[in-house]
C-alpha cells in the first residue's frame, strides 16, 4: 500500500528541510561547544577511548578500531572522516594540547597526510583523561545514541576550558568559527580573576591573555588595541610572523635561519612559494631556500649580497610570503550547548566557569547519594558484629534469612570479649530489623571479613564518612564554598597542566611589527658594469662588463641586434611598448650573456601584438617626449611612468589603430616631427604639455599617413641627423620649417634620411 501523497507549496517544502539541514550542520557537525570545546565527532572518539579503557599509561589500540568503534556506536559517518579529526588530534603542530597519543605516522607539519588507520596506534593522553574526570559521577547528561542501543554524554566535564587551550575552525551554514589555540595557565589566571571578581572588564583579563598561543610559535605583531577590540567583540584578527635569527657565516657572510613558522602553514607548500619568488625574481635580494629541517623547523635564507639589509629581506618575505598572515579570530560557539553565539573572551570563561559550577554540584549530589549508601551499609554492618552469633545462627539455620535478618529485633546485644562499660548502643532506627539494604549487605559478605569487622573500624568510617557529607550539605548551601571548590580544582589543573608541564610554557612570544623603510635596489646590490642587448625579436640579455657596442654578437637565426648599451646592475631599465605602456625591469634580474638571453616577452606582461618601442635606462628627473602614430603626444616626467607589476603602467592613451611610436628623452627647448609624408614641423617644446597620462596634444596636422618620428634639440645648435650615406649633418637654418604646434610643415631638407627617421 502506497502512502497518500501530501501537496504542500514548494517554497515551505525546501525551507522546512534545508533549516532542518541548516541546525544539524551548526549543531552537530561545525561549532563547538563553549562548555568543553569538542565538536560532537572528538567528544564521541575521546568517550570511546575511554570505553575501551585507553589510558595515558595503559596499551595502545589500532586506530581502524577505535575510529570502527566511534562509527559503529556513536557516529554514524564515514570512518575515514572520523581518522582524519582523530589524527588532527593527536598533531602537537595543529594542536595546543594533543588529546590523543598517536604511535606511528599521524601526519607531518610539511602537509603529509597520516598513514592509513591500521598502521596507526593511540590512545588518549592526560589532557584527554582531564576533560572526561567525573564522567563516572553523573557529572554531566547522557543521551540514547543514534539508535538507541547505548548512551552517550552530551557534553564532557572539562576540567580546563578547553574551548580557549586548543581553539577550534568550522564552517556551517551561515555562519562559520575559527578560534586560535591559548595557554593554559594564563587561561586559568583568567579563570580565577573571573571567580575572585565577576564583574571584571573585559580589559584586565588580557592582562592575564596577552594573546593566542599557537602550537607551532612564532611572533604575534598585531597591535595590543586591536588584539583588545578582537577579544571584545569576539572578531578580529592577529598578524604572525615567523621566528628567525641571523646566523653569521665569517668574512660578512651571513644567512636567516627561520626555526618557528607561522600556524597551519605546511612547510612543503611554504618553500615551494619561496622557491617561486626567487625564479619569479619578485625578491631580487634573495638568492636562495633550503630546508634542513630535522625534528625541529630550520628554513635557511640566503641573501643576493652581503651587502643587503636583512631586516628589509624579512619585510619583503612577510609582504610576499606565508612568513606572515593574519588568523582571523570569530569566536561563534554553542554557548549553552544550542544557541550559536559570537562571544566576548569574558563571556566564553564566564560559560565554562558556570559549567564547572554545575559539574560541581552534581559530582556532589553524587557523592552525598553514594556517602548515604555506605552509611546505611555501615550501620547494618556494625548491628552485625554486636549481635554476630544470632546473625551466623539465622544464616544457618533459617529457610529465608534475608526476610529474618530484616524481621529480627536486635534490641541491646553485648557482644562477647566486652563489658558493660565498653559497649555503645546502635543508633536507633525506625524499623526493628534491618533494611534490605542492610540484610543484602551482610548476607554478601565473605567470610574472611568476619575476622576483621570490628567495631571501632567501622565507626571510624561511618564518622569520616558522616563529617564528608556534612562539608558537601554546607557546599550545596553555600555558593562562595562552590566557587571556592571550582578555584581550587582549577589550582590543581594548572599545577599539572601549567608551566612546570613539558608542553605548558608559553611558545608564541610577542614584539612590534616596525616599519620597513623602502630601500632602493642599488643599496643592495652590487654594482657591477654590464653591456645590455636586446635583439629585433625581443631577447634580452646582460653581458658582463662594458663591451665594445661595435662588436658583433650571435643571435639566433634570423634575428639581428636591434639596442645595445652600457649599464650597470643597479639600474633599472624602462620598456615602452607600442601598446603605450612602460614596463620596468630590474638590471640585476637580466639573464646572463652566455647564452641568447631570455624572451623579454617572459619577463614583462607585453602583449604578442605589441611591439618593443625603446628599451632606456631610468634616470630620476629626466622627462621623455612620447607620441604616437597618430601625432598625438606629450611630455611626461620619467619617474611618473616607473611600473610595479609586470603589467606596466599605462602612460600614452591610444585609439585604433594608432600606436606608440616615438620615446625620447627631452634634451632641448625646441621639437622637430616628420610625418610619413617627409614634411618636417619645428616648434618650441613649451607649446607641449606636461601629463602623467593621457593622449596627448596634436603635434603635426596630416592629411594622410601619420606621425613618422619625433625629437627635441636645441635649436641654437640645430637639427642634427644622419644621411643614406652614415654621414651625421647638421641644419642650423630651421626659419622654413619652424612654425606653431599642429602645422602641416615643409619637405624635409635635401638629404634628409628617407626612412623619415631622425636618427
Not at 56 to 79: E, Q
Not at 116 to 123: D, G, K, L, N, V
Amino acid at each position: 500500500m502506497q502512502p497518500e501523497a501530501v501537496s504542500e507549496p514548494l517554497r515551505r517544502a525546501i525551507g522546512e528541510r534545508y533549516l532542518t539541514y541548516a541546525l544539524s550542520t551548526i549543531m552537530h557537525r561545525a561549532l563547538p561547544d563553549a562548555r568543553d570545546g569538542l565538536k560532537p565527532v572528538h567528544r564521541r572518539i575521546l568517550y570511546a577511548m575511554r570505553e575501551l579503557r585507553l589510558s595515558s599509561t595503559g596499551g595502545f589500540r589500532k586506530s581502524a578500531k577505535i575510529s570502527g568503534d566511534v562509527m559503529g556506536n556513536y557516529h554514524p559517518h564515514g570512518d575515514a572522516a572520523i581518522y582524519d579529526a582523530m589524527a588532527r588530534l593527536a598533531q602537537d603542530f595543529a594542536v595546543r594540547y594533543p588529546l590523543v597519543d598517536g604511535q606511528g605516522n599521524f601526519g607531518n607539519i610539511d602537509g603529509d597526510n597520516p598513514a592509513a588507520s591500521r598502521y596507526t596506534e593511540a590512545r588518549m593522553t592526560a589532557f584527554a583523561e582531564a576533560l572526561l574526570d567525573g564522567l563516572a559521577e553523573d557529572a554531566v547528561d547522557f543521551r540514547d545514541n543514534y539508535d538507541g542501543t547505548l548512551r552517550e554524554p552530551i557534553v564532557l566535564p572539562a576540567s580546563f576550558p578547553n574551548l580557549l587551550a586548543n581553539g577550534s575552525s568550522g564552517i556551517a551554514v551561515g555562519m562559520a568559527t575559527n578560534i586560535p589555540p591559548h595557554n593554559i595557565a594564563e587561561l586559568i589566571d583568567a579563570c580565577l580573576h573571573l571567580i575572585k571578581s565577576p564583574d571584571a572588564r573585559d580589559e584586565t583579563l588580557l592582562t592575564y591573555i596577552p594573546g593566542p598561543d599557537f602550537p607551532t610559535g612564532g611572533v604575534i605583531v598585531e597591535p595590543p588595541e586591536s588584539i583588545a577590540q578582537a577579544y571584545l567583540t569576539g572578531r578580529g584578527a592577529f598578524r604572525l610572523r615567523c621566528k628567525w635569527a641571523l646566523e653569521d657565516l665569517g668574512r660578512g657572510q651571513w644567512q636567516i635561519v627561520v626555526t618557528e613558522i607561522p600556524y597551519q602553514v605546511q612547510k612543503s607548500k611554504l618553500i615551494e612559494r619561496i622557491a617561486e619568488l626567487i625564479q619569479t625574481r619578485k625578491v631580487p635580494i634573495l638568492a636562495d631556500v633550503r630546508d634542513e629541517s630535522a625534528d625541529d623547523v630550520r628554513l635557511v635564507l640566503e641573501p643576493r649580497s652581503k651587502n643587503v639589509d636583512p631586516e628589509v629581506l624579512m619585510g619583503m618575505m612577510y609582504r610576499n610570503s606565508e612568513l606572515e598572515l593574519r588568523f582571523s579570530l570569530n569566536m561563534n560557539v554553542l554557548i549553552d550547548g544550542v544557541t550559536p553565539k559570537v562571544c566576548s573572551l569574558k563571556e566564553v570563561l564566564r560559560a565554562f566557569l558556570d559549567f564547572r559550577q554545575e559539574v560541581l554540584l552534581r559530582r556532589s549530589a553524587h557523592r552525598m547519594e553514594k556517602i548515604d549508601h555506605r552509611l546505611e551499609v555501615l550501620e547494618g554492618l556494625i548491628v552485625a558484629f554486636l549481635n554476630l552469633d544470632r546473625v551466623i545462627d539465622i544464616i544457618r539455620y533459617d529457610d529465608d534469612p534475608k526476610a529474618a535478618l530484616m524481621r529480627e529485633d536486635w534490641g541491646r546485644t553485648v557482644p562477647r570479649a566486652m563489658s558493660e562499660a565498653d559497649y555503645v548502643s546502635p543508633p536507633p532506627t525506625d524499623e526493628p530489623g534491618l533494611t534490605d539494604v542492610q540484610a543484602e549487605a551482610i548476607l554478601n559478605m565473605r567470610l574472611r571479613s568476619l575476622r576483621r569487622l570490628e567495631e571501632m573500624e567501622l565507626r571510624a568510617e561511618r564518622d569520616a564518612l558522616m563529617q564528608e557529607r556534612a562539608g558537601l550539605e554546607d557546599l550545596l548551601e553555600d555558593v562562595s564554598l562552590q566557587w571556592a571548590a571550582v578555584a581550587d580544582q582549577l589550582k590543581e589543573v594548572q599545577k599539572t597542566f601549567g608551566k612546570t608541564h613539558p608542553i605548558g610554557a608559553r611558545r608564541t612570544k610577542f614584539a612590534e611589527a616596525g616599519s620597513v623603510e623602502e630601500v632602493p635596489l642599488e643599496a643592495m646590490i652590487d654594482r657591477e658594469p654590464i653591456t645590455v642587448v636586446c635583439s629585433q625579436m625581443g631577447w634580452i640579455r646582460a653581458m658582463t662588463g662594458h663591451l665594445d657596442l661595435s662588436r658583433e654578437l650571435k643571435f639566433k637565426d634570423g634575428d639581428a641586434p636591434r639596442f645595445m648599451f652600457h649599464a650597470e646592475t643597479t639600474d633599472r631599465i624602462l620598456v615602452f611598448g607600442s601598446n603605450g605602456r612602460f614596463y620596468t625591469i630590474s638590471a640585476s634580474n637580466l639573464p646572463g650573456g652566455r647564452g641568447m638571453g631570455e624572451p623579454l616577452r617572459l619577463m614583462v606582461d607585453l602583449p604578442n601584438e605589441a611591439a618593443i618601442v625603446d628599451l632606456l635606462i631610468h634616470k630620476p628627473g629626466r622627462k621623455l617626449l612620447v607620441a604616437s602614430t597618430a601625432g598625438d603626444g606629450f611630455i611626461v616626467p620619467e619617474d611618473e611612468v616607473i611600473a610595479q607589476t609586470r603589467s606596466g603602467k599605462q602612460v600614452l592613451n591610444l585609439k585604433d589603430p594608432a600606436r606608440a611610436s616615438v620615446c625620447r628623452p627631452v634634451t632641448g627647448d625646441h621639437v622637430a616631427c616628420v610625418g610619413d609624408n617627409r614634411k618636417v614641423l619645428v616648434f618650441s617644446l613649451d607649446e607641449l604639455p606636461e601629463l602623467g597620462r593621457g593622449k596627448g596634444v596634436r603635434l603635426q596636422k596630416y592629411k594622410d599617413g601619420g606621425l613618422s618620428d619625433a625629437t627635441t634639440f636645441n635649436l641654437a645648435e640645430g637639427l642634427t641627423w644622419r644621411d643614406p650615406a652614415g654621414r651625421t649633418r647638421t641644419e642650423s637654418n630651421l626659419e622654413e620649417w619652424l612654425g606653431k604646434r599642429a602645422g602641416s610643415g615643409r619637405m624635409a631638407p635635401r638629404g634628409f634620411p628617407r626612412d623619415n627617421r631622425f636618427t
